[in-house]
């Protein structure tokens, strides 16, 4: 057996780069509690925080800081099989700690007296193995040495009263919705290590704009996973980072180190997950590769569903689920209604190699793909009504998972009529959500494999056709929604024929052929009551019907259809179409002068839209809140409110073509650009563009505070943007980085990496240190 590895600290051989928020956060809980256990999965840098931390404590503890790492068989990653006995480990941790132990007593006892009186930090590494010994012997400490502190390393929980445990995270990685400048992208943390290691590995190599794209994408496929970066960085000497990033589909061949003084477990990223899966019990391991079908995370709904079986009953999978988290292989995300897991991609690849060793990989797709295209039929049945916001939020989170099953489905002859169906029951998802050109994409390649006339393939052409009015695409619009209702006539299906008739009139109100459009809506509306239909197609037809009144100037009729496609939406909770019926209605009503009523049901449309993904309703009613704002002489508001619309119709310029509403509003934003003057409409227009989206509905309606004056108006030397400053309030408040993400409505690694740019303009290191900061502004 290798002697335990001794001595109050081990060196650093290679720098410490990033982790300030950690140190500061595992710090605070070793003033809170005497045991603080760091978790996480293998090769989050369980280890090296725990090293700094200690590091940092040194003259905090008068009898010293102590690292143990726990003692393994000759040349093995495996544990030394006699120190499963809490006696002997107790004298391999005295002899560490350079304590004599020939005493007769019992050897944990005698470490116990002997430590009895110290104050010190005892670090425990890499227990995982040795659970039931580490607990007793840590248990045994507590209880006997009241001013010891003691810090572990484990991939498990010890399980033991009073412990605390911090869930080691993945380093935070680019944000692949931005493309940031050099400056900010080499501060991120995952990138720093990266180069850092890079730097070693090949003496001269820099971040640049040519490789700082394949660098932000190295790390955000790794999740931010510490060694698995830098094992990637050591490829440097003889891969450029674009080659990397080419051969990251196997990582586990990719990913080794000629590093041999390290241990096996860190030579290879394969070893090392492969370390973890051997920690896990039989059925552990087989729900673990089960799990590798799910892509961004599942509920434990998802789980029981399809992965339960004979072998893996339903009744157990919470339990093994469980275990799955303590032993960190799973992160858990309670911010929603239910609770989320996820795999780092790291972990998951792992479990799809397992899968495939097993032989169960197909049968696994097969289950997600019937599972998921089940429960998207419900979301559409459910879909008008009080559940909306339930079923919004659930589609956005299992947008992967619906799309690993189209793909699955389409993959397979059987399954392809699957594919379209599911491709045809998403149609609200891809209208609520923006996702008009992703839509058309899933439906084009069920489409062209699907020849055959099936009821599917009229609902697939209809949606199209909808899909192609959307983004003015009127052409193929009319053509797809022309098929769509010519083959569900021939197949007797009344109601896709009926809503293609519905979209074929909103196309021809596009074109301006109102006395068509009026037919074609008011034909699918009467199919509609016909078939007994009394909800979202009757109020659709009626939206349709009203802004087809209101461009002819037929303002009573348009207020007569609006009124009704309100009471339609208010008593079924729907929010999305009342949101379309408000603001039809608040359009007539500016119409005809009344600025007050107009503003009322335009802001009721916009507050419906704080509870929903859907972008374009947004837009509509942050335009008309600009005109009537310009109407009522407040130039300087409504050229704000420009500012904060123009930035996001750019996301949506394939939908703005509707020149009869365009047009007018392009002679408001010319009003008050003259009555501002260039100069002053410029900066209010910067003002409103520079507004996330929660300020932009905030100020709309009314309820924006101004924030406290930026931090650069007091201290010269620093400069915190608008949302930092935002996030420091709340840190200041005493919220978690749960909290703060959740009442923002941003991902905790966004919200981290806020805190951290905070504290690096700050010069802090701590939470604390900006809630003092924050106060004595």
């Known amino acids: 057996m290798d002697r335990v590895k001794i001595g109050k600290l081990p060196a650093e051989l290679t720098s410490f ?11 605070r809980l070793l003033t809170q509690g005497r045991l603080v256990t760091l978790t996480g999965v293998g090769g989050t840098g369980k280890t090296r925080l725990a090293q700094r931390v200690a590091t940092e404590l040194r ?21 030394a099989t006699e120190a499963h006995d809490p006696d002997v480990l107790a004298c391999l941790v005295g002899a560490a700690l350079g304590l004599p132990m020939q005493s007769a007593l019992p050897p944990l006892r005698l470490l116990a007296d002997q430590l009895a009186a110290r104050h010190m930090l005892l670090v425990l590494d890499n227990c995982e193995q040795l659970i039931p010994a580490c607990a007793t012997l840590v248990d045994t ?13 484990s991939r498990e929980l010890l399980g033991i009263a009073g412990e605390l445990t911090y869930a080691v995270p993945p380093l935070p990685t680019p944000e692949s919705q931005t493309s940031p400048d050099l400056k900010e992208l080499s501060r991120n943390e995952s990138v720093a290590l990266f180069v850092t290691r890079a730097e070693v590995a090949e003496t001269g190599f820099q ?7 394949a660098v932000a994408d190295i790390c955000r496929q790794l999740d931010g996973l510490p060694l698995a970066i830098e094992l990637a960085a050591a490829r440097i000497r003889v891969l450029t980072p674009l080659q990397i990033v080419d051969r990251l589909g196997d990582r586990f061949a990719l990913l080794s180190s000629s590093e041999r003084a390290a241990p096996h477990r860190q030579q290879t990223l394969r070893a090392c997950v492969g370390w973890s899966f051997d920690l896990c019990s039989p059925s552990e391991r087989s729900l673990w590769a089960r799990l590798s079908v799910f892509d961004g995370g599942f509920q ?74 089940s429960r998207a039929d419900e979301a559409e049945r459910d879909w008008f009504g009080p559940d909306q916001d339930r079923w919004c939020q659930w589609l956005w989170a299992e947008h992967g998972n619906l799309r690993v099953a189209f793909d699955f489905c389409l993959s397979v002859p059987d399954g392809r009529e699957r594919a379209l169906h599911l491709a045809g029951t998403l149609w609200f998802y891809w209208l609520v959500f923006g996702l008009v050109s992703e839509g058309r994409t899933w439906l084009r390649r069920a489409l062209e494999a699907n020849a055959e006339r099936t009821r599917d393939r009229a609902v697939a052409q209809w949606i199209d056709g909808h899909l192609a009015f ?28 009926a809503r293609a008739v519905k979209r074929l009139g909103a196309v021809a109100m596009f074109r301006g052929d109102h006395e068509l459009a009026n037919a074609l809506l008011t034909d699918a509306l009467a199919r509609f009551e016909a078939l007994g239909e009394q909800g979202a197609s009757v109020a659709h037809a009626r939206i349709g019907l009203a802004m087809n009144s209101y461009l002819q100037g037929d303002f009573a009729a348009a207020v007569q259809q609006d009124q009704q496609v309100l009471a339609i939406c208010r008593p079924r909770g729907d929010r999305y179409l009342l949101a379309h019926g408000l603001n039809n209605l608040a359009r007539v009503e500016f119409a005809l002068g009344k600025l007050e009523s107009a503003s009322a049901h335009a802001h009721e449309a916009l507050k419906l839209g704080r509870s929903l993904p859907d972008a374009m309703t947004l837009m509509f009613s942050l335009d008309l809140l600009t005109e009537i704002t310009a109407a009522a002489g407040d130039y300087e508001r409504a050229a704000t409110l420009i500012g904060a619309a123009r930035n996001r119709w750019q996301v949506l310029s394939s939908v703005r073509h509707w020149t009869v509403l365009a047009e007018p509003h392009r002679e408001w934003v010319d009003r008050t650009r003259q009555a501002l003057g260039d100069a002053a409409f410029a900066a209010a227009v910067r003002r409103g563009s520079d507004f996330a989206i929660d300020d932009v509905i905030s100020y709309a309606l009314g309820e924006y505070v101004e924030p406290s004056p930026d931090p650069d108006t007091i201290t010269p030397d620093v400069r915190l943007t608008r949302r930092e400053s935002q996030i420091a309030e709340l840190v200041a408040q005493g919220m978690s980085n749960r909290q703060i993400a959740a009442q923002l409505v941003i991902s905790q ?7 951290e740019r905070i504290m690096q303009k700050l010069g802090c290191n701590s939470r604390t240190q900006i809630v003092r900061w924050f106060h004595d502004r």
């Open 59 to 79: 003259r905090a503890f008068p009898h010293g800081v102590w690292f143990v790492d726990l003692p393994h068989r000759n040349g093995t990653d495996q544990p």
């Open 300 to 373: 434990l709904a998802a789980v029981e569903g399809i992965c339960a079986d004979d072998t893996l009953p339903e009744a157990g999978i919470l339990d093994l689920v469980t275990g799955l988290v303590h032993k960190s292989i799973l992160t858990f995300d309670n911010r929603g209604a239910f609770a989320r897991y996820r795999m780092l991609e790291t972990i998951r690849q792992y479990g799809q190699e397992e899968l495939g060793r097993r032989g169960e990989a197909a049968s696994l797709r097969r289950r997600h793909a019937d599972w998921y295209t």
């Open 749 to 755: 690694r966004t919200a981290e990496g806020h805190i």
């Open 470 to 497: 959307v983004q003015g695409d009127l052409d193929t619009a009319d053509a797809q929604l022309e098929a769509a209702r010519d083959l569900a006539r021939e197949l007797g299906d009344e109601l896709t024929q």
């Open 17 to 27: 780069v990033g982790r300030r928020r950690e140190v500061g956060d595992v710090k």
């Open 141 to 153: 400490l507590l209880r006997t040495c009241p001013e010891q502190r003691i810090l572990a390393t």
């Open 207 to 213: 971040l640049t704009e040519q490789n700082r794209a």
